[in-house]
């Protein structure tokens, strides 16, 4: 590979997108109305590309030193570096990868914030220690964060109305449909969240919790991981569960957290996304969630003024990525590209560590360095990723209501392929509705085999991207949309998350990088194999516990 070319190539990918289309221009839709050309962002596909084609890597002209390199600046990345900052050390640095903040990034249309991947957090559990400290050393939890029910910030916690579902030409309250049912419909929703509250409570014959964030302080009980074996939607029908709006929403809640349909995902994940949210708050209903306009960067803004402060520095995250890693007697070198001199040409350097964190997920760091020493076989061990659109539309007023519950925050289809939208804007409360705001929709694209999947979305055109972004605003507010409409951003994540499909419990592999604890340590949502912050976090803070004793 021609080092100028490589170096060029590298320099626009760490700036994260792969820009399509202007949105001055503008597509007509007609009726008199104009649809803007979106924006089209591909973090990470031009830097995987390269992982995955390149046979060789320019030669590095300079070196850099430090105790710890922290690869990858997501959740798990930023968790291990705030861990390793309250402990005291200041020798490390963050290499920021493909885009900072990774699936917690965000977004800007001018002064209005937007997420561009994960956007809320449930109250955290008993259990999440690791997230109750990180959200009271952050300011989030104000106070009692180990008590049964901790203080919140008010600003993050969710106002209602929190979340309503469109069906049959109107909007109702909740996300289960619970009007126009038959009593038969009734009692099996009774009884599943019944079923629920036993299963949120229940331990395992080892005395744990069955369902549990962190994963790794769950039940291993034989009894309760034999749930592994079937699919959610198997579960539900061999309990006698066949109420259709109860099995649309169970497939709503496991395409949400994890990518792929509850006819797909494992009874023990389908079943621990909702026994495992066991979080209380003084000034919150159970259930309760916390966000901000920008979503879950809004903790990553946190976490980063938060190392600044302990640092007493700005600079121990860098833009760049990690190209290859290499055990040596001193520790592990580390060879990056996309780091950049004081003034801002893109370097390839040798990066010398005592001790490697990789914050990245499993098929990228499989590119850096041969994970079957590990005891990882790329081939068999990979948990399989779900593909993401994440789109934000900048919106002049809003449109026009269907009868029903006013906006809420979240606002879901029933029976979608969609996800819904959630509006930055809500938690800024104020006597009237702003000027302006920002609609962000979400759609897994789960319709197909996710190889396939990602093929597709690397050649898309925006306009293709657009009609699968607008699924659930057109069903909801047609064409009138457009008259408010005036600039969208598509982030198309072609390795969003992982799935977890039945057999991920016994997945050796993972296991096996779990355990390790050497120069090179692993720390990310992928070692669990359920795409949260909240297990990012738990392994990210583990290594840096690890690292520093």
């Not at 860098?318 to 190209?323: D, H, I, Q, T």
């Not at 005036?486 to 050796?508: C, K, Q, W, Y």
């Amino acid at each position: 590979m021609d080092r100028r070319t490589f170096l060029v190539g590298a320099s626009a990918a760490v700036a994260g997108c792969d820009r399509l289309g202007d949105a001055s221009r503008r597509f007509l839709s007609g009726a008199g109305l104009y649809e803007p050309a979106p924006v089209v962002l591909r973090p990470g596909m031009a830097q995987g590309h390269a992982l995955r084609d390149a046979a060789q890597w320019p030669q590095p002209d300079g070196e850099l030193r430090t105790e710890v390199a922290i690869l990858g600046s997501g959740a798990a990345g930023l968790s291990a570096a705030w861990q390793l900052a309250r402990a005291g050390l200041r020798d490390f640095i963050v290499i920021d990868g493909p885009e900072f903040g990774g699936n917690t990034a965000a977004g800007q249309f001018g002064d209005l914030g937007f997420p561009r991947g994960a956007h809320y957090l449930p109250l955290p559990s008993a259990e999440s220690t690791h997230m109750r400290e990180m959200l009271a050393d952050v300011g989030v939890i104000e106070q009692d964060p180990f008590g049964i029910r901790p203080r919140f910030d008010e600003r993050v916690i969710v106002h209602a109305p929190e979340e309503r579902h469109f069906r049959n030409g109107q909007w109702h309250d909740g996300l289960l449909p619970t009007e126009a049912l038959d009593a038969g419909e009734r009692e099996q929703h009774a009884r599943f969240f019944s079923r629920i509250g036993a299963l949120r409570d229940a331990h395992g014959n080892d005395g744990r919790k069955v369902f549990a964030i962190p994963l790794a302080l769950a039940s291993r009980d034989p009894k309760w991981t034999s749930l592994d074996a079937r699919t959610f939607r198997q579960w539900l029908l061999d309990e006698g569960f066949t109420s259709p709006t109860l099995h649309a929403y169970a497939d709503y809640c496991c395409r949400d957290d994890y990518g792929a349909g509850y006819g797909a995902v494992s009874a023990w994940a389908g079943l621990h996304y909702f026994a495992s949210r066991g979080g209380h708050a003084r000034n919150a209903a159970d259930g309760a969630v916390l966000t901000w306009p920008d979503g879950l960067h809004g903790m990553v803004s946190k976490l980063t003024d938060r190392i600044d402060a302990l640092t007493g520095r700005s600079d121990w995250h860098r833009a760049g990525m990690a190209l290859r890693l290499d055990e040596s007697r001193e520790g592990v070198d580390v060879l990056c590209t996309g780091m950049a001199d004081g003034d801002g040409t893109p370097r390839t350097l040798r990066l010398r560590a005592r001790r490697v964190i990789c914050a990245m997920p499993l098929h990228v760091a499989a590119r850096l360095t041969p994970l079957a020493r590990f005891g990882f076989d790329p081939a068999r061990h990979l948990p399989p990723h779900a593909a993401w659109l994440v789109s934000s539309f900048y919106l002049r007023g809003f449109p026009a209501e269907a009868p029903g519950v006013p906006l809420a925050w979240d606002n879901v289809v029933h029976g979608s392929r969609a996800l819904g939208y959630v509006v930055a804007t809500h938690q800024l409360i104020r006597q009237a509705p702003p000027a302006r705001t920002v609609f962000t929709a979400y759609c897994p694209l789960d319709h197909g085999e996710p190889a396939a999947i990602r093929r597709w979305l690397a050649d898309a055109s925006p306009a293709e991207l657009m009609d699968h972004a607008v699924t659930d605003l057109r069903e909801v507010y047609g064409r009138g949309f457009w008259r408010h409409a005036d600039r969208v951003e598509i982030t198309a994540r072609g390795h969003a998350m992982a799935s977890p499909l039945p057999g991920f419990l016994a997945n050796t592999g993972t296991a096996a990088l779990r355990a390790v604890d050497g120069p090179i340590q692993f720390a990310h949502a992928d070692l669990s194999g359920l795409s949260v912050f909240e297990e990012a976090a738990w392994w990210g803070t583990r290594a840096a516990v690890r690292i520093v004793g």
